[in-house]
């Protein structure tokens, strides 16, 4: 099992950014992709951006062009920085990590970090 841990969340003001941050305990070689979600009050858990182990990433259209997805592999950490945020961002943001274990991929998630955009 991966664990992992996120950081980063908390108030921000609406034209601000914001830099989540997701430790996680596995080796880069066990995991095949890292992503954030978020859920929003009321609303479905949304994929915001997904990284492969291959470096290939992919952002929903909400924050495409916005938001950039980067990993440290030395330091086991995935980072999220999303811009000119809005109070459409507001929502508590997850960490997910997609484990390689046999044949299977096994889902790992953080605990969730609020993020909350005041206008």
């Known amino acids: 099992q991966v664990q992992l841990v996120e950081s980063g969340g908390g108030l921000v003001q609406a034209g601000g950014s914001l830099r989540l941050s997701c430790g996680h305990s596995?080796?880069?070689?066990?995991?095949?992709?890292m992503a954030w979600y978020r859920q929003a009050p009321g609303k479905e858990l949304e994929l915001v951006a997904r990284?492969?182990?291959?470096?290939?990433?992919n952002y929903a259209d909400s924050v495409k062009g916005r938001s950039t997805l980067s990993r440290d592999d030395a330091k086991r950490t995935v980072y999220l920085q999303i811009d000119s945020l809005t109070s459409e961002d507001t929502a508590v943001y997850y960490c997910?990590?997609?484990?390689?274990?046999?044949?299977?991929?096994?889902?790992?998630w953080g605990q969730g970090t609020q993020v909350t955009v005041s206008s």
């Open positions: 997910n990590a997609e484990v390689v274990v046999g044949r299977d991929i096994i889902k790992s």
């Open positions: 990284i492969t182990h291959a470096g290939t990433s």
């Open positions: 596995g080796s880069a070689a066990s995991i095949a992709a």
